[in-house]
């Protein structure tokens, strides 16, 4: 029992000791603390402002009836890979503007989000706009190429029956040759026709931050005071041993 209220009582003499060598250096553990935590907020208020905008993009199809990948004018997963490397080469020339991450809209195959962050809300949206401008127009290109092949085939279709209503090479069932010809160009046109043909386009608006996503100056300035108290305290405790031990020395 008396070992125990021995411990206790060195116990209490040492907390005792503690709160009395901070109360002695309170003025430079108030002055510390201050001192960071004001230029954690420099820093926090001098940096600059980095914000995010969004955009989501629908994949273009041939048949928008359809909806099997290989329809699409280019595959979505294809179409990430691809806008990763271009905005790794960094090739769209928005100043301090960067793609932060592209991905599939959940449950939806052929809508990608796009993530910007740029210095400004207007660098971001001119960034992702640019994006998809360059990919519609490749796109557009693809859709022209498809239109040229269609109407390659109708072309040759119309030819062949021509050559049939032509008396000399009329036979024996050549109207129903004829009526088939007629169908498959039929279809051809119909899979040319606009409303199975859609390019790739921004669904809604590109959305904005009115607040920056960095720094997180709140956070920082908060961070920064717990920092600057504990540091000051750690120095206190730091300089009492330096001076207890050089007095046992002396």
Known sequence: MENNQKIIQEDEIDLRELFLTIWRKK???VLLTFIVTILASIYAFMKTPIYEVKAVIEVGSFNSNSNSNSNYIENPLNLIKKLLILNKENIKGIQDSNIENITLVKSTPNLIELS????????????LNKIVADVKEEHLSKIDSYKSLIVDNINNLKSQIKLLEDDKNKFDGSLAVKFELVSKI???????????IQNTKLIGDIITNEYPIKPKKKLIVAVSFVTGFILSIFLVFFMEFIRSFKDKND
């Open 116 to 127: 910007a962050t740029s210095a400004s809300n207007e660098n971001g949206i001119k960034l």
């Open 27 to 29: 003025v430079f553990i």
């Open 186 to 196: 039929n279809d051809l046109e119909l899979q040319i026709s606009p409303h199975n």
